[in-house]
């Protein structure tokens, strides 16, 4: 599978942005797809998870109510509706899937800048 993240950009506090996700190739084989992101000097974090199949979805605390993870079906892509941003959000947003039979997220994508003005 390969993945193309796209939709970053600069952004005040309070503002909305919306990432796509658009997954090519063998995507029978995916079982999740999920959001990452890394800021500068920090770990990469979790972000959000749906379900390729079922839409079922996982938020990390930090982003619960705000973040809104979806899934179009009929074009393999999956979006990161992000509200109510802040400048902790800042950082770049990466997608990467599951597989059916894996436990850990691969194939990441390219990532996409998210900078969010105080």
């Known amino acids: ?7 970053g950009g600069l952004v005040p506090a ?3 942005l919306r990432l796509s996700c658009y997954a090519s190739g063998r995507t029978f084989r995916v079982r999740t797809m999920g959001w990452f992101r890394q800021a500068p000097g920090k770990e990469r974090e979790f972000v959000t998870s749906i379900s390729w199949r079922g839409g079922s979805t996982t938020y990390a605390d ?8 979806s899934k179009d079906n009929g074009k393999d892509t999956v979006y990161l509706q992000m509200s109510s941003l802040k ?5 770049v947003y990466s ?6 039979g894996r436990d850990d997220f691969e194939r990441w994508g390219q990532g996409t800048q998210v900078t969010v003005s105080s």
Do not use: M
């Not at 400048?87 to 950082?91: K, S, V, Y």
């Not at 997608?95 to 059916?100: E, G, M, P, T």
């Open 62 to 69: 930090s982003v619960k109510g705000r973040f809104t993870i």
């Open 14 to 16: 309070g503002g909305s």
């Open 1 to 7: 599978v390969q993945l193309q993240a796209s939709g």
């Open 87 to 91: 400048p902790e959000d800042t950082a």
């Open 95 to 100: 997608c990467a899937v599951r597989y059916f």
